[in-house]
């Protein structure tokens, strides 16, 4: 079946620096990726929708200069949180869409923590 | 209104009960419907995938679409405490792009 790999797994910054997260589709070709964050006990928030060579499409609310997003390939996209605050911390997570496959395969998420 | 509403529990049951969870939604236009397993720190894992209305079976699971009434079911039979989980009903509509989510159900089986 599809894997979406996302790396790290947990990180933990100081406050100030930027952090990168990878997703990558290990035996598809993923078109289209999406990024979101969760909080505690809370659902899935969309923050932007990765096109492959294309720009990102941000949700309303989401800062697209705070969360750089580049999808350069057909299997990788990366999120990059820049110039990180502690209230940025939490979980995010990547899905990818197989193409004519409506199933969507989601990655196991990076835990970040802002210090 | 939420497009899509969710109890978020937690729902606790005793290992061999049949759980059921659900979701109502609002927007008519949603076909596609998912239900997804989140496990604690972990990315969801999709369980079962329908279109339109009806039934679907995979093992102890069954998954139920009535958009009659806009709402959406999965059932687990003989649960397991390996099913403690939270559980996300999502869905879409035709050439959707961005799925919605409901806010998730925990459940808790005690062995």
């Known amino acids: 079946g599809a894997v979406v790999s996302q790396h790290p797994s947990r990180v933990i910054c100081k406050s100030g620096t930027s952090v990168k997260i990878e997703c990558r589709s290990l035996?598809?070709?993923?078109?289209?990726m999406f990024w979101y964050r969760q909080f505690p006990k809370q659902s899935l928030m969309l923050m932007a929708t990765s096109n492959e060579g294309s720009k990102a499409t941000y949700e309303q609310g989401v800062e697209k200069d705070k969360f750089l997003i580049n999808h350069a390939s057909l299997t990788l996209s990366t999120l990059t949180v820049t110039s990180a605050h502690p209230e940025d911390s939490s979980f995010y997570i990547c899905s990818a869409r197989v193409r004519n496959d409506y199933g969507y395969t989601f990655g196991s998420g990076t835990r970040l923590t802002v210090v | 209104q939420k497009e899509v509403e969710q109890d978020p529990g937690p729902l606790s049951v005793p290992e061999g009960a049949i759980v059921s969870l659900n979701c109502t939604y609002s927007n008519s236009a949603f076909q596609y419907f998912m239900w997804y397993r989140q496990y604690s720190r972990k990315g969801p894992e999709l369980l079962m995938y329908t279109y339109s209305s009806g039934n679907k079976e995979d093992g102890r699971f069954t998954a139920q679409v009535d958009k009659s009434s806009k709402y959406i079911s999965l059932f687990i039979r003989d649960s397991q405490p390996s099913d403690s989980a939270t559980y996300l009903c999502?869905?879409?509509?035709?050439?959707?792009?961005?799925?919605?989510f409901g806010t998730g159900t925990r459940l808790l089986v005690s062995p």
């Open positions: 035996d598809f070709q993923a078109t289209t």
């Open positions: 999502a869905m879409g509509n035709t050439g959707f792009q961005k799925l919605v």
